[in-house]
């Protein structure tokens, strides 16, 4: 089973960066969709982003031209790049399989990011 550990995040003031990481173990990784997704306080999480194993990405509305996914498949790493941060970004953000997917690997404790001034 993959195990997932997210890490990067913290406290950053309105229009600050955040680059956050999520490890996983295996050695199959690149052939996974990974994505990022994220939970608010009393709300449902949301997808942020996805990205194929090939390095194809996708990002949701609400935070295109601002968010970034990327992967090195070398290091079962995937990354977030948050630039231009707004309160409403702050949630518990996870990295796991993409939607889609025929299964969900255990969910990590995932990363805390408050922006907030």
């Known amino acids: 089973q993959v195990q997932l550990v997210e890490s990067g995040g913290g406290l950053v003031q309105p229009g600050g960066s955040l680059r956050l990481s999520c490890a996983a173990s295996?050695?199959?990784?690149?052939?996974?969709?990974m994505a990022w997704y994220r939970q608010a306080p009393g709300k449902q999480r949301e997808l942020v982003a996805a990205i194929t194993g090939a390095g194809t990405t996708t990002v949701a509305d609400s935070v295109k031209g601002r968010f970034t996914i990327s992967r090195d498949n070398a290091k079962n790493t995937v990354y977030l790049q948050m630039n231009s941060l707004k309160p409403e970004d702050t949630a518990v953000y996870y990295c796991?399989?993409?939607?889609?997917?025929?299964?969900?690997?255990?969910w990590g404790q995932g990363t805390q990011v408050t922006v907030s001034s």
């Open positions: 796991n399989l993409a939607p889609g997917a025929t299964m969900t690997f255990d």
């Open positions: 295996g050695s199959i990784f690149r052939i996974y969709v």
